[in-house]
């Protein structure tokens, strides 16, 4: 499956004017080489510019417009994020073989991924075209567990 750069362009506008991010230069990337994520976003908060980075090759998701929006909101969310990442690093340290480290930095970016995703589907439903949810990665998982099991 591939997606249309037309729907790319015209659902990041769409979304950047519902979520009231019209005050920062978004652009985005076709990414066509095997890729671990269906969407990314990489942010500089001090000019205020963003790229958002959108899996061409094999999405794990199949909503473009749902992908757009959950990647939308990290850019909604940067500042909260950021002080939450720092505020970790300022109390356990940032050695990934630290266990209090490891907790407090996964706990977050659970945490982190499960709200935008949860932001990400209401908004869907609000005013997305396609409002159905893509079971994208756990159904990939359901039918290698079925081609197990011939």
């Known amino acids: 499956m591939r997606f249309d750069e037309k729907d790319v362009e ?17 652009k985005y990337e076709m990414v ?13 908060m001090d000019d205020k510019k963003a790229v958002l980075m959108i899996n061409n090759y094999n999405p794990k998701q199949t909503n473009l417009e749902a992908v757009i929006i959950h990647e939308l909101l990290h850019l909604k969310l940067w500042g909260m994020d950021q002080m939450i990442e720092g505020l970790i690093y300022s109390v356990f340290g940032q050695d990934e073989q630290d266990p209090k480290f490891n907790f407090a930095y996964g706990q977050f970016m659970t945490l982190l991924e499960s709200t935008t995703e949860d932001l990400a589907k209401s908004f869907l439903t609000l005013g997305g075209e396609d409002k159905e949810i893509s079971f ?3 159904q990939k998982l359901v039918e290698k567990e079925l081609q197990g099991n011939q």
């Open 10 to 26: 015209v659902f990041l506008r769409k979304w950047q004017d519902i979520l009231r991010l019209r005050d920062w230069d978004i």
């Open 32 to 44: 066509n080489k095997e890729w671990r994520k269906t969407g990314d976003i990489k942010i500089d």
């Open 136 to 138: 994208g990665r756990v």
